[in-house]
């Protein structure tokens, strides 16, 4: 849905801090798309695993952490969202985000539209 709607994105990432709208569709928008896309495609391989030692076993077992609190700033809103969340999601945690108030608008549309 974010890819369908990039360009509404964009625009409201313009609008919310005043950056060209060719650097909000080609570099915000874009890269923001990437982190759901890289994120997504990862939650696949999060697993345990045993590591040999010649002295030691180690074991990694892979488990959420619970609720991960997110802070973003308001240069760039969505690609900092989406460098925070999608990490946090993919490996099964929840997220309790708070967006710069003076440049909310894009984050704000995003989770009224995904819910």
């Keep these: 849905r974010l890819k369908a709607r990039q360009s509404h994105y964009a625009t409201l990432e313009t609008l919310n801090n005043g950056k060209p709208m ?3 569709m080609f570099f ?8 759901f896309e890289l994120f997504a495609g990862a939650a696949y391989g999060l697993h345990g695993q045993t590591l040999d030692y ?13 609720v ?33 108030e003076t440049v ?3 984050v704000i549309e995003f989770f009224v539209e995904m819910a």
């Design 22 to 24: 060719r650097e909000s």
């Design 68 to 100: 991960c609190a997110q802070i973003i700033p308001w240069n760039v809103p969505m690609l900092m969202m989406a460098c925070k969340i999608a990490p946090a999601l993919a490996s099964g945690n929840t997220v309790v985000l708070k967006p710069a």
């Design 54 to 66: 010649p002295d030691a076993i180690g074991i990694v077992h892979r488990e959420p952490l619970g």
């Design 28 to 35: 915000d928008m874009t890269q923001t798309i990437g982190q």
């Design 104 to 106: 909310c608008l894009s």
